[in-house]
């Protein structure tokens, strides 16, 4: 779950931040989200480096944005031409305001509040470019979402991960025959680009 951000303290009690959408028709435009111990900021110049990656591909793409914080890489795929982005979110708080920034752009993109492996579980739905960045506290859900989403052949193009343990990453990758393509460090993590085999 990761956001560009910028702290704004000018009265108490509204301590919120801000994501800029970077690119395509909402470029520059500034959504709110709430501080949250899970919501850490991101470089800009990281999202920039994975829309640079996808600008071949993203314009008309189906994408999903699991474990989506502040929705930073849903509402910039559907910024920069994608057709349609899904995004799922646990948090209440953090869920309100996905739904509050999505009404602001009149966006229409297509929100889910719950748990993102219990989405997976039961969806028949398939997309052609995922983004998994869960906290990094809790790697083992890369585990489960990459092992759901393989099984049900669900991904027809790119995944799009981050994760602090960049080994781990790898090897979970090779084991479900996901292909890497590109990658960057983020900080301490590992930003990775792989295709889908199916």
């Known amino acids: ?70 929705g930073s890489l849903g509402f910039e795929a559907l910024s920069q031409g994608a057709s349609g982005v899904t995004i799922i979110e646990s948090d209440r708080k953090t869920f309100e305001l996905l739904e509050e920034n999505s009404n602001k752009l009149n966006a229409g993109v297509e929100l889910h509040y719950g748990d993102a492996i219990d989405f997976l579980n039961r969806t028949n739905e398939s997309y052609d470019i995922a983004f998994l960045d869960p906290p990094y506290s809790m790697p083992d859900l890369i585990d489960s979402a990459i092992q759901q989403i393989t099984q049900k052949k669900m991904i027809t193009n790119f995944l799009y991960i981050e994760m602090m343990d960049s080994e781990r990453l790898l090897t979970i990758a090779e084991k479900n025959s996901l292909v890497l393509t590109k990658s960057s460090r983020n900080g301490n993590a590992l930003g990775a680009l792989f295709k889908s085999n199916i």
């Open 1 to 70: 779950m990761k956001a560009t951000y910028s702290r704004k303290n000018k009265r108490p009690g509204k301590n919120k931040n801000h994501i800029k959408i970077m690119g395509g028709r909402w470029k520059g435009r500034k959504l709110t989200f709430a501080d949250h111990p899970d919501l850490r900021p991101t470089l800009s110049r990281t999202k920039e480096t994975l829309f640079n990656w996808l600008r071949p591909h993203i314009m008309g793409a189906k994408c999903i944005d699991l474990f989506a914080g502040s």
